[in-house]
């Protein structure tokens, strides 16, 4: 097997592009505070706003920072930020916690809470600058409240700035620690902190093995400011685990490709093709080229270097492509894994045919660049062919979709209910002070000490956050109400923002008519809902939940599009949520959470017992089955939907039994309408016994008459000469003796020369021999068994239906 080439990190692509446009700053090792004497900076530390107001406070630190000068005077270095670097205290943190009293003392004899009051002032007043590693590991309680004398004014208009809750709360003042962090390890203002140093900080912590939760709210709250450009990052919280819109080579080079010919190839492939598509599907037609395909093939043929591949090699390969590997988790933890079939071959086949078709068609265009590279296409077109997959996936989701449609007003229910549920818990919690108890049902709770949290604790002890259960269950009662009315796909529904409600007027009433503006998503095409009554209660409620309470506003987020790998431009998103003081968009995967949490809350199960799950896009599902089947002309739905095609529209469509059926009757229904009124006038009994007749007259020497009634015998009873005859197995001797006497009789006729009567008599025997033919292929190597004909018992509602009915009767049976 040939080794593969090493594969580049895509993960954090997003991340490295920002560092890369938004370099950090330097901290330098020279500026004019560091290069201050000693008492220059004593008196600097004797000024505003690094003056004290207490008098044992200026003398600890007058007294801490002169020990550490004199320390760092016997290093070499001219600023004392070089003299700092030149020390060993500057390479860890904890050294200077377990040695820097040894140290500082062979210069002054001060106590060690002096001397750690000292390093905080010279470090706030820009004398030396310490590292963002060393800070992470130096603890302190005075960092803040030191760093926000070197900036009062920054920091007032930023206290002012944000809400006072989120000041005080622990979010708050890790994001204020983040700040005075980079300020002494970058110098300046909180005017001066730019995008780069967040974005060091930021990577820098996330490095560190401190718990970096919330360490992302100092960013927001310097855009809010105005602090940084208008083209930096919006936020930092995702950019470590997004990558970005790739170029074509770093698509290809991520799977790794052996064959530098042929990855050229892919990459000149994927160059010509990106105009035309999306990054979504240009990352998916990467993927089924190099990983499920070149790469496969260089890992099972080493040195491969040609399309022309040998039909063995082919073979092969479809035939490793038919299966993958399925890994799921038992409750033990281990890992199963399960080798089950391909559910996207034949778009994968598809797309290794056209990618075969397209070189072909541009080497006649362009020979010189495509034409060495024209290889017969190994897959044929009869192989992507997936009809019978299909039809059993539209076959699945029909019995999915008939087994939620009835629970679906239950699980809308339970929904409400939940949300009610937590939502009184929340307000019983509220209800009592901080480490008081209250009771819910039969248990009684403890509230938590810290008044800014809404967390309880049960009798066991168990922490419980009130606050975040609720959170969890409003949003999965806004997710079914908003897709149940609307039947949008999830990413929409995420995308939807306060924008999206308008109004419409109608031009021949004039009432004022609300919509709601479904983005485009998945087809690019926007499209416009009407806001029902319940849709319009669910969209106010969502709307007081998300408004700034201080403002009146919905927050601007910029969400980021996870399948064109991009960042949407800000705008006040409906599903969104305060996460640690930062606005965010709400995910898929917390929506699917949260929809789990109101199952578990309801335990619905299907017919075998099993949990009835519902996925969001089950919603959209149910949504167009029950519009087609409240009388929705199907076009119409399609265009709500949102679908370019409308046999996708009906492939959501699930068809119920019943509905077949009242189908067919109302077409019978129709069709008798067209028909002349006499037909349907009760039959004399002359016409019934002729009828009857009819079918006794059926039997004959050799087999059974089929000719339909009232219709005359075209042959004059010349059965063996008729099509119509079906000959029974058990005559087949006479009908042999038939056909003997039929040759006898040709051979007189021949001898005595009646040609006239040859004619005839091969027509005949002809016939006889057809009838023989049709016996054997009826019973190929059996014995025929003779059943009977049918006894036909008049019955009295069908001689009440009449004729036309009887008629009607016969020719649906045929």
């Known amino acids: 097997m040939a080794e593969r080439p090493p594969v580049p990190q895509a993960a954090g692509g997003m991340l490295r592009q920002a560092q890369a446009r938004f370099p950090a700053r330097s901290a330098g090792t020279r500026w004019p505070t560091t290069c201050s004497s000693a008492e220059e900076v004593i008196a600097l530390l004797d000024r505003p706003p690094f003056r004290a107001e207490k008098k044992y406070a200026r003398w600890?630190?007058?007294t801490g920072a002169r020990a550490i000068m004199a320390w760092l005077a016997g290093f070499p270095g001219e600023s004392w930020q070089e003299r700092w670097e030149a020390s060993p205290a500057a390479a860890c943190p904890h050294r200077w916690a377990q040695e820097g009293h040894t140290w500082v003392s062979s210069a002054a004899q001060v106590k060690w809470p002096i001397v750690q009051t000292g390093l905080l002032v010279l470090a706030g007043a820009d004398v030396i600058r310490l590292p963002l590693t060393w800070l992470f590991g130096h603890r302190t309680t005075h960092l803040r409240s030191v760093v926000e004398a070197r900036d009062p004014e920054g920091y007032a208009r930023l206290q002012e700035s944000v809400d006072p809750k989120r000041w005080a709360s622990v979010g708050g003042g890790r994001a204020r620690l983040a700040l005075a962090r980079i300020m002494l390890a970058k110098g300046g203002g909180l005017a001066d902190i730019?995008?780069?140093?967040?974005?060091?900080?930021?990577?820098?912590?996330?490095?560190?093995?401190?718990?970096?939760?919330?360490?992302?709210?100092?960013?927001?709250?310097?855009r809010n400011l105005g602090y940084l450009p208008s083209d930096a990052p919006a936020t930092l919280r995702f950019l470590d685990r997004v990558t970005g819109q790739l170029t074509c080579e770093q698509l290809v080079d991520r799977h790794g490709v052996a064959c530098a010919p042929i990855r050229r190839l892919l990459i000149d492939y994927l160059e010509e093709r990106r105009p035309k598509l999306d990054y979504s599907t240009l990352d998916n037609l990467a993927r089924a080229l190099t990983r499920n395909f070149w790469s496969d093939l260089e890992h099972h043929h080493s040195g491969i270097s040609s399309l022309d591949l040998p039909p063995g090699v082919a073979r092969a390969w479809k035939e490793r492509f038919r299966t993958r590997i399925q890994r799921r988790k038992r409750p033990d933890g281990t890992l199963e894994e399960t080798v089950v079939e391909r559910a996207d071959r034949a778009p994968l086949l598809m797309a290794v045919r056209a990618f075969y078709l397209d070189i072909a068609r541009w080497a006649a265009e362009e020979p010189a660049?495509?034409?060495?590279?024209?290889?017969?296409c190994p897959i044929k077109e009869a192989e992507t062919f997936d009809r019978k997959r299909v039809k059993r996936v539209k076959a699945r989701m029909d019995q999915r979709t008939r087994e939620r449609l009835p629970a679906l007003e239950t699980f809308a229910k339970a929904a409400t209910d939940h949300y009610r549920h937590h939502a009184a818990r929340l307000q019983a919690l509220l209800a009592v002070p901080p480490g008081a108890t209250f009771t819910l049902g039969d248990a009684v709770y403890t509230r938590t000490?810290?008044?800014a949290t809404a967390n309880a604790r049960n009798p066991h002890g168990v922490l419980l956050r009130f606050d975040q259960a609720e959170h969890r269950a409003f949003w999965a009662w806004a997710t079914v109400e908003f897709l149940r009315h609307t039947g949008a796909r999830i990413e929409e529904m995420l995308e939807t923002s306060h924008h999206a409600l308008i109004q419409y007027r109608l031009p021949t009433t004039g009432e004022i008519l609300p919509l709601l503006q479904i983005a485009p998503s998945k087809t690019d095409q926007e499209r416009v809902l009407l806001v029902s009554p319940e849709l319009a209660d669910v969209l106010a409620t969502i709307i007081r939940r998300v408004r700034d309470p201080r403002t009146g506003a919905i927050p601007l987020l910029a969400a980021y599009d996870y399948e064109e790998r991009t960042w949407n431009p800000l705008a006040p998103l409906l599903f969104q949520w305060d996460r640690g003081g930062e606005n965010c968009r709400m995910s898929g995967e917390f929506i699917r959470d949260a929809l789990a949490e109101v199952l578990a809350f309801i335990g619905l199960t299907d017919s075998t017992g099993q949990p009835l799950d519902f996925t969001p896009h089950d919603f959209r599902r149910l949504f167009i089955t029950d519009a087609i089947r409240s009388g929705l002309p199907p076009h119409i739905a399609q265009i709500i939907a949102g679908h370019t095609n409308i046999n996708t529209t009906m492939g959501y469509h699930a068809i119920y039994p019943t509905e077949t059926i009242e189908a067919h009757r109302a077409f019978i229904a129709r069709r008798r309408a067209t028909r002349p009124s006499d037909e349907y006038r009760t039959p004399t009994e002359e016409e019934w016994d002729a009828f009857l007749a009819h079918f006794e007259k059926r039997k004959v020497s050799i087999g059974t008459c089929a000719r339909a009634f009232s219709s005359p015998c075209v042959h004059e009873h010349a059965c063996v000469r008729c099509s119509l005859?079906?000959?029974?197995?058990?005559q087949r001797s006479r009908l042999e003796e038939i056909r003997d006497n039929l040759v006898a009789r040709i051979a007189e006729a021949e001898r005595e020369g009646w040609l006239g009567e040859v004619e005839g008599l091969r027509v005949s025997l002809a016939g006889a021999e057809d009838k023989l033919a049709q016996m054997d292929r009826r019973t190929p190597g059996g014995t025929a068994i003779d059943l009977g004909m049918p006894r036909m018992v008049p019955a009295q509602p069908i001689r009440e239906e009449g004729t036309a009915s009887l008629r009607e009767s016969l020719d649906d049976q045929q």
């Open 369 to 376: 660049r495509w034409g060495p590279w024209v290889a017969p």
């Open 60 to 62: 600890a630190r007058r």
């Open 194 to 222: 730019t995008a780069g140093d967040a974005i060091q900080y930021s990577i820098e912590l996330r490095k560190s093995e401190i718990d970096n939760s919330g360490g992302t709210l100092f960013y927001s709250w310097l």
């Open 725 to 730: 005859l079906r000959p029974d197995p058990a």
């Open 449 to 451: 000490k810290n008044g």
